[in-house]
């Protein structure tokens, strides 16, 4: 099945714990992104990569980073959490390459700092 | 402004009934129109896609792109409440990059 694998789907941390996300795809999708989603806000692009090795800040990126060692993966790290960055993680990835159809998400990981 | 706008809802219709959802935006340069449904809990996923003008209709999804007017509309017909969900549209330009615009969401309700 084609997909977009998160994990963790729920997560608490403490203010400071460094943490990381995994997102991992299954469709050869050259281009990924992480959003984050919070009420009154909605959609927010935090990072996005256009291919191995390649990435670039979305509208939200402080506080977080990214690799693209792989193809399929895509980890969000949160180096030193803190309370603002409480909400719904998405990761996302698109075929790339002149094919604009959307993405397909993942089930989403919501992420809580205390 | 922002460059999506969007009712967050929510919504309330009964079974049955012809559902309209709406989005305008401001970006001249958006071609390509979406709409995400997004079940509680759950990711949003890709419903309907349209680039550029006109009509799409997909079974009892029909999606509408005004360019003159920046508005883009959403119908489903013979709503269910199974069809009970926040809906997204989301745009973008052919910038290469993919970056797509989210609007925040209508929550929809439809009652048995």
């Known amino acids: 099945e084609a997909q977009v694998t998160q994990n963790p789907r729920y997560l608490i941390t403490v203010t400071g714990k460094k943490l990381t996300v995994t997102c991992s795809q299954n469709?050869?999708?050259?281009?990924m992104s992480w959003y984050r989603q919070d009420p009154g806000l909605g959609l927010r692009q935090i990072y996005y990569s256009m291919n191995v090795e390649v990435t670039d800040k979305g509208d939200v990126p402080e506080g977080y980073k990214v690799s693209r060692k792989e193809k399929r993966n895509f980890p969000l790290i949160l180096e030193s959490p803190s309370p603002n960055q409480t909400s719904l993680y998405f990761c996302?990835?698109?075929?790339?390459?002149?094919?604009?159809?959307?993405?397909?998400f993942g089930s989403g990981t919501r992420l809580t700092v205390v | 402004q922002k460059e999506v706008e969007q009712d967050p809802g929510p919504l309330s219709v009964p079974e049955g009934a012809i559902v309209s959802l709406n989005c305008t935006y401001s970006n001249s340069a958006f071609q390509y129109f979406m709409w995400y449904r997004q079940y509680s809990r759950k990711g949003p996923e890709l419903l309907m896609y349209?680039?550029?003008?006109g009509n799409k209709e997909d079974g009892r999804f029909t999606a509408q792109v005004d360019k003159s007017s920046k508005y883009i509309s959403l119908f489903i017909r013979d709503s269910q409440p199974s069809d009970s969900a926040t809906y997204l549209c989301a745009m973008s330009a052919p910038s290469g990059t993919y970056k797509y615009i989210f609007g925040t969401g209508t929550r929809l309700k439809v009652l048995a």
């Open positions: 996302a990835s698109n075929p790339g390459g002149g094919w604009n159809y959307g993405y397909t």
């Open positions: 469709m050869n999708h050259e281009y």
């Open positions: 349209t680039y550029s003008s």
